[in-house]
């Protein structure tokens, strides 16, 4: 599935990520749909909300790569 988020789309995650990691202490799900999400994105994630995140679904993102997906499986629950 390639070219799923179109040129100049500009739906980068990382202001939502950083607000995330400001605000909302509680959160447990994260359900992102056709953004951009970095590795460093994931990172800051699993610092933030790592006893906290339960689940996060990434539908139709791009631009992380194992290495982000590894520092969520192995900080959060």
Same mark, same amino acid.
């Given at each position: ?5 179109p ?17 909302? @202490?509680? &959160? /447990?799900? =994260?359900?992102?749909? %056709?953004?951009?999400?970095?590795? @460093?994105? &994931? /990172?800051? =994630?699993a610092?933030? %909300? ?28």
């Open positions: 599935m390639f070219n799923l988020i040129e100049n789309w500009g739906g980068f995650v990382n202001p939502w990520v950083k607000e995330i990691e400001n605000y909302f @202490d509680c &959160l /447990k799900s =994260l359900h992102f749909r %056709r953004m951009i999400v970095t590795d @460093d994105d &994931l /990172k800051i =994630l610092r933030s %909300r790592h006893q906290s995140l339960y689940s996060l679904k990434l539908e139709k993102c791009s631009a992380f790569s194992t290495d982000g997906l590894y520092h969520i499986s192995h900080s959060c629950k």
